[in-house]
């Protein structure tokens, strides 16, 4: 076995040998001063060189470029199959219908027709609505899903808004009074667990339609003058209109109120022109000033 | 030498008490905050790190007597996220309810220092076998301290545990109250110093003169 070189690690003397020196020679340190010093590998290359680093560094990334790029393009078909699948899902969820098994096939069973709509009410196209990303919606552009359960007619609105973390995202469903809730689904891309994320839990999400002892109750969306009114508020408020905030969740529960305000005014006047005639209070009041609602959404959009 | 020896062995068992990664090394502080107000993300968030950090060892060890000293913890970082984001998109095309769970925790997962931790400190250095049993014992042993931590958190929090209620509707009646701390944040820094404490007490060689 070839000799091991020892170092001084107090003054640097160098011995080489199978054991380190019990005193060393210079200083006169013990042989726990001496420690062992590697000799350099023989390779034929030197990994600590900076043309290695390079190389190495650029080879690494170009591996592992290829390699998720191969994978993410292969899986993408998958992956937007599940994607458009679970939107169909959470669709259907704001219909209460949950647990479907076969969702594709349910979704299209209930939902009849999937339009885009204008801020003026006008239908703009009465197909294509569920391939509207969320980045093109706008005033000239709106998704609307009409749905049918048990012989009655939804209307389905879906919304995004900001949370606290990230985004949120819902769907509510309108009854053929387009004004009074039928159900609602929210979810969230990363809000706080056991607070903010409390938004896609039932606890919230039933205020929409039950109270506490789960008897049904009747939320609006829109008041007597097109305003959106439904809130998301700590404390108390128009019955009407109200729900309550999750406790300590404040800046995503603003979040969904917004999101309401924001998302659910473009749609009040198509709403409103396919009310039927029959809902007085909420079909004759709203004449009132549809023109300054209408630009003022222009403002917030 | 065997597939379980005693030096093996050592690899696996010491993260889980002794060498602790959480209440002894301090990591992964900042995730077992933030993931630990609920049971199950705790349990999602803790088996996620362990197959990662395993698997990042099993690599780093295979390729670490070609890394350059200087770049190793880029090369580290690179080998991680691209494992990170592997799995995450293996995910979304097989298991797209698991992924929607893990959505927040995946770039937690990345910026897990234990990870970084292990990778330098032992699979650097290591044979893959050995780094491997040291990626799944330090990845029990974070997963372990969440899962405590959470089950504290929900129950008192919340009243329930993996979303069942447990606290029946009659204490509520009777006066009982959730303890709306336990769900924010200082009450993790809390139970996890109490776990420090009970750990300490219990083994003597963790303290320090």
Redesign the interface.
């Given at each position: 076995m070839a000799a091991k070189k020892y170092v001084c690690k107090v003054c640097g003397y160098a011995h080489e040998g199978n054991e380190a020196p019990s005193v060393c020679p210079l200083c006169k340190a013990g042989a726990s001063e001496f420690e062992v010093v590697n000799a350099p590998k023989k390779k034929g290359f030197d990994?600590?060189s900076d043309l290695?680093?390079i190389i190495?560094?650029a080879f690494?990334?170009v591996i592992?470029a290829f390699?998720?790029a191969g994978?993410?393009s292969v899986?993408k078909p998958?992956?937007d199959a599940?994607?458009a699948?679970?939107k169909k899902k959470q669709i259907l969820a704001s219909l209460n219908i949950k647990n479907e098994l076969d969702v594709a096939a349910k979704y299209d069973e209930v939902i009849k027709k999937e339009l885009v709509i204008n801020a003026e009410g006008v239908e703009v196209a009465d197909k294509g609505g569920f391939d509207v990303k969320n980045e093109d919606v706008n005033e000239n552009n709106l998704p609307l899903y009409i749905a049918e359960v048990n012989n009655e007619k939804k209307y389905i609105i879906p919304m995004t808004g900001n949370g606290l973390w990230g985004g949120i995202w819902g769907y509510i469903a309108l009854n053929a009074d387009c004004n009074t809730i039928y159900g609602v689904y929210f979810s969230h891309?990363?809000e706080?667990?056991?607070?903010g994320a409390e938004i896609a839990a039932d606890k919230f999400q039933n205020q929409f339609t039950k109270d506490k002892d789960g008897n049904k109750v009747v939320k609006m969306v829109y008041n007597e003058n097109g305003e959106v009114a439904l809130e998301v508020k700590k404390g108390k408020g128009d019955a009407n209109y109200h729900i309550d905030a999750v406790?300590?969740a404040t800046l995503t529960c603003n979040g969904v109120d917004d999101m309401f305000k924001r998302k659910l005014a473009p749609y009040y006047n198509y709403l409103k022109n396919n009310a039927p005639v029959v809902e007085a209070p909420v079909a004759q009041e709203e004449n009132v000033e549809p023109a300054a609602d209408a630009a003022q959404v222009n403002v917030e959009e | 030498m065997g597939l379980l020896s005693k030096k093996n062995k050592e690899a696996l068992n010491t993260p889980l008490f002794k060498e602790n990664p959480v209440t002894v090394q301090v990591l992964g502080i900042c995730s077992a905050l933030a993931?630990t107000?609920?049971l199950e993300?705790a349990i999602v968030m803790g088996l996620s790190v362990t197959i990662i950090v395993a698997m990042a060892n099993v690599i780093i060890s295979l390729i670490r007597?070609?890394?350059?000293?200087?770049?190793r913890i880029?090369?580290q970082l690179?080998?991680v996220a691209?494992l990170v984001?592997?799995v995450s998109?293996?995910l979304?095309?097989?298991a797209?309810d698991v992924s929607?769970q893990l959505?927040?925790y995946i770039g937690l997962i990345i910026t897990n220092c234990i990870l970084m931790g292990r990778l330098e400190a032992f699979a650097m250095q290591n044979k893959p076998w050995p780094s491997f049993l040291d990626g799944i014992g330090n990845g029990v042993g974070y997963a372990m301290i969440l899962v405590i931590v959470a089950f504290f958190?929900?129950f008192f929090?919340?009243g329930a545990l993996l979303g069942f209620q447990i606290i029946p509707e009659s204490f509520y009646e009777a006066g009982y109250m959730n303890n709306?701390l336990m769900?924010?944040t200082p009450a993790a820094f809390i139970l996890i110093a109490c776990i420090v404490w009970f750990q300490r007490a219990k083994d003597k060689s963790l303290q320090e003169k």
């Open positions: 990994t600590n290695y680093a190495y560094s690494v990334v592992v390699l998720l994978v993410s899986l998958t992956q599940n994607i699948l679970d891309a990363s706080t667990p056991g607070l406790s300590g | 993931v107000s609920k993300p007597n070609t890394i350059p000293m200087r770049i880029i090369v690179v080998v691209a984001t592997l998109e293996v979304k095309a097989f797209y929607v959505s927040v958190r929900e929090g919340t709306g769900l924010m």
